[in-house]
């Protein structure tokens, strides 16, 4: 059968598809069969790297230190011993690897390490100083782990904890930890089926049929795993491996595809993620979720998207005060009313160094703010001022559609990128913010779908932002050393929503690389899986991976409704927007597709995206809209006029890894910072801005008032790695002011606290704290609280400590104390900035835990207050 399309990684014929030896091919419409072997344990580098964690941190190296050692076993030696290793200090197997060789199956490596030094610590002064200055106390130590790159161990660090393979113990009391590790088992290798039959009944879901058999067995795949994914209770399962139901990846499968295919399902998914107080549930996310992360408002579009598909008016006004009452929380505890933007993390990227420099913790992933999560905010607020018209709340209407106008001019602001062509990932810094000038696929697909970026930029974002072999990766350029899952990753649900975006921008080369990047891996793996590596289009390379996935099943069915067929569902109609690519000219069609009180067996001819003929039973339908009023069975025929669209290009590019993040210093007026491996200069950032350019690795700086350094690392292709670790560089201390002194002094026995103690805040301890400062000086302050909060981990659970800070009934902000650490109650930190101008004298500050401080949990909203400190910025 012909070919439709290829590169230099695989081919797409219409009846199968050929990635080297590898061949999956359309027996029929319902059956598929694939030879895919996934390459992960055939040929693995016997060259071992690793890292020693305590308790499940990334805490005893600086990126880009790791042990390393060479896993070739001496002739005749069941296992390989390593030196004994001490923990942080670097050890580097200098064996040379001969050409060909590789990591044998099932080898034992037993790893020695000297925890000596660190027990030496705990029993002298209480706590051990990691890299990073941290204290960790005695009390504290949970266990020591191992991190790496060979199975089975991984780089997941925030789930160390959880993996008891990957702890040592000392089980002679000396001080010398010991595991025994089984690599490269053939018993865990992952695989996937080399057949696929239909054998669940989908025949009253929507049919299809074209003249490609590969394309057609696919969508048959999808239709019996999104079956498959409905658990009893008539709610969705999130994937295979992913039992529950998850806000984000519901929300996102129910705008691509659900809401169509299982609108009844769809609604009692949703409902499954509203709170006790009416609210919408961030399920997931650093720091203890809320409102460290605040993609939550997805819900509201996929709700909307009910609606515009069942046109169900109880649905409507049941989910609009739920909308409604998210939206007013978020504009307390979210919004950022100097940028117009939204805070919180990047929507769906929820793994904090998979996205992020390791150097921010989850309170600074709460200050930055995300592309996608905006459009997200955005759209909900767009959708909310939709309802509040449709229920005749014109305030509302009016209010919430400028708040949106004020996200959209906030992002078109602070976030496009005028010499690259497409929006920047996202702010983020300490006091003051940059630009992270990585592509961020899902808010670029999404800022053109939802028309955050106008006709002449959406056409920009989508032939400019940078795509790879195997499709159009989370972010670009990649993150070195940090494993794929998002970094250095292709998720096909993203994919489905980036072809979505490139037929709306009239690109045709777009939307097939966009098709045929999502029917690879499907065709291949025989199943919609989550994710697969950027590099090599593989499963099995992931951190984390499942089949059945959801979203990608929806993403699949979405590129035939929404994207084939290009089904446009509004508030009064379904109207009909076409986009085949020449490629995939033909007959196609489209039977049983349920739309509000109508069945609609639809037919598609030609290919373009311009419509020649469109009729409703035989009779022409007026701009190409099925009224919403409309019923019965009816037959809707379609001729496109055969004619491409403009040529307009995509810019594919090699699967690039920008430079590792610098760490910087500043002694006797210079920064310094040690060379970064493939940088060819620096960018030095004086408070978000760019300050000098320079080759060397130091730079003389003039300290004035206060000043917050960044250096970012260049390579000779442009590429730039994060900006370091903001390092303030002040002329005067900041103020303190120990909150022991302004209440009562909890008994808690926690220790690394200052002063003379600390105070308790939750729900009912403390919940108004009145804070007397004074202010020596006119200027802008930042205000923080060092705090602890030992409620749970760094990266997930709904614990997340958060309050109002007011000076009299001025709202300053609020005060967001994320999760440190399971039960690690001594590990303190700061809470985020609040920059505030004050005037020079005495004044009251209150903190206080308001309605619209409540977390995600709704019971444990708890937190330790060192102190309140303010430093003046200007």
């Given at each position: 059968m012909p070919l439709i399309w290829k590169n230099e990684a695989f081919a797409l014929y219409a009846d199968r598809v050929e990635q080297g030896p590898y061949v999956a091919r359309a027996v029929s419409r319902t059956e598929l069969t694939s030879n895919y072997q996934s390459p992960a344990n055939a040929y693995q580098d016997p060259r071992i790297t690793f890292k020693f964690s305590l308790n499940g941190q990334d805490n005893e190296m600086a990126p880009g230190q790791d042990h390393s050692l060479v896993a070739l076993p001496a002739a005749g030696a069941a296992e390989l011993e390593s030196p004994l290793l001490t923990f942080g200090r670097q050890f580097v197997d200098k064996t040379v690897v001969p050409a060909n060789t590789y990591l044998a199956p099932n080898t034992r490596l037993k790893l020695w390490l000297d925890m000596r030094p660190v027990l030496a610590a705990f029993q002298k002064q209480g706590y051990y100083t990691t890299y990073q200055g941290q204290k960790l106390y005695q009390q504290d130590f949970k266990g020591v782990f191992v991190a790496g790159n060979t199975a089975p161990l991984t780089w997941d660090f925030a789930n160390l904890a959880g993996k008891r393979e990957q702890e040592l113990k000392d089980p002679d009391g000396n001080g010398i930890y010991e595991v025994t590790l089984v690599l490269n088992s053939p018993a865990a290798a992952k695989t996937t089926a080399g057949r696929w039959q239909q054998t669940l009944n989908t025949a009253d879901l929507p049919q299809y049929r074209s003249d490609y058999p590969i394309t057609d067995a696919l969508y048959n795949l999808a239709l019996e795993e999104a079956r498959r994914a409905v658990e009893p209770d008539s709610t969705f399962r999130t994937g295979q491996e992913w039992a529950g139901v998850w806000t984000r990846d519901i929300s996102y499968s129910i705008i691509l595809a659900q809401a169509t295919l299982q609108p009844r399902v769809a609604m009692n998914s949703l409902l499954r993620k509203v709170s006790k107080q009416g609210r919408i549930i961030q399920d997931t996310g650093t720091g203890g979720a809320y409102p460290c992360s605040t993609d939550r408002m997805i819900w509201a579009v996929a709700a909307w998207e009910i609606y515009l598909v069942t046109g169900d008016e109880a649905w409507l006004r049941q989910v609009y005060p739920i909308i409604r009452n998210s939206i007013e929380d978020d504009q307390q505890n979210a919004y950022d009313a100097q940028t117009g933007l939204v805070r919180g993390e990047s929507s769906f990227l929820d793994w904090r160094e998979q996205t992020y420099p390791r150097w921010m913790q989850p309170v600074d992933i709460y200050q930055s703010e995300n592309l996608g999560t905006n459009i997200v905010h955005f759209q909900a607020n767009q959708v909310l001022a939709l309802m509040a018209e449709h229920l005749g709340e014109a305030t509302v209407a009016r209010q919430t559609r400028e708040q949106a106008g004020r996200i959209k001019a906030g992002i078109n602001q602070q976030l496009w990128q005028e010499e690259k062509g497409y929006y920047g990932q996202f702010l983020y810094g300490g006091n003051f913010l940059?630009?992270?000038?990585?592509?961020?696929?899902?808010g670029e697909a999404l800022s053109v779908l939802y028309g955050v970026a106008d006709e002449a930029r959406a056409k920009t974002v989508v032939a400019r932002t940078p795509v790879t072999a195997y499709g159009i990766p989370c972010l670009y350029p990649q993150i070195p050393g940090i494993p794929p899952y998002h970094n250095n990753a292709v998720w096909p649900f993203m994919q489905s929503f980036w072809g979505l975006a490139a037929a709306r921008a009239g690109n045709e080369a777009s939307v097939l690389e966009s098709m045929v990047a999502v029917y690879r891996p499907a065709a291949l793996f025989l199943t919609n899986k989550e994710n697969f590596v950027a590099q090599n289009g593989d499963f099995a390379g992931t951190q984390i991976n499942s089949s059945n996935m959801l979203w990608s099943l929806s993403g699949s069915l979405g590129l035939v409704y929404k994207g084939l067929f290009g089904m446009d569902f509004q508030a009064d109609g379904l109207v009909f927007r076409p986009f085949v690519p020449q490629a995939f000219q033909g007959r196609r069609e489209l039977t049983g597709f349920r739309y509000r009180g109508a069945v609609l067996d639809i037919e598609l001819q030609g290919f373009g995206n311009e419509i020649s003929t469109i009729t409703l039973d035989g009779q022409p339908?007026?701009?190409?809209?099925?009224?919403?009023?409309?019923?019965?069975?009816?037959?809707?025929?379609?001729e496109l006029k055969n004619q491409a669209p403009a040529a307009a290009s995509t810019n594919r590019v090699a699967n690039w890894f920008a430079p590792e993040t610098p760490a910087v210093r500043y002694a006797a007026g210079r920064l310094s910072w040690a060379p970064v491996a493939g940088a060819s200069a620096y960018q030095v950032l004086r408070n978000g801005q760019f300050a000098a350019r320079t080759t060397g690795t130091s730079?003389?700086?003039t300290p004035g008032l206060y000043a917050e350094y960044q250096v970012v690392a260049v390579d000779a292709g442009g590429q730039e790695s994060f900006a370091s670790e903001p390092l303030p560089v002040p002329s005067q201390p900041a103020?303190?002011?120990q909150l022991?002194?302004?209440?009562?002094?909890?008994?808690?026995?926690?220790?690394?606290?200052?002063?003379?103690?600390?105070v308790e805040i939750s729900r009912t301890v403390n919940t108004h704290l009145t804070i007397p400062v004074t202010v020596p000086e006119t200027g802008l302050y930042a205000l923080d609280f060092r705090y602890a909060n030992g409620n749970g981990p760094l990266n997930t659970d709904n614990k997340c400590a958060l309050r109002t800070l007011r000076l009299g009934q001025r709202q300053l902000g609020t005060v967001v104390l994320p999760q440190r650490g399971v039960a690690e109650w001594s590990s303190w930190g700061f809470s985020n900035p609040i920059l505030v101008r004050l005037p020079k004298g005495s004044h009251t500050l209150t903190l206080r835990f308001e309605p619209a401080n409540e977390n995600m949990n709704g019971e444990i909203n708890q937190a330790m207050l060192d102190y309140l400190r303010l430093t003046r910025v200007q």
């Open positions: 940059s630009l992270s000038p990585k592509a961020e696929a899902l339908l007026p701009a190409a809209t099925v009224p919403a009023t409309l019923t019965g069975r009816h037959t809707i025929r379609i730079l003389a700086v103020q303190l002011v022991e002194t302004r209440a009562a002094k909890s008994s808690k026995a926690y220790k690394g606290f200052s002063g003379t103690g600390f």
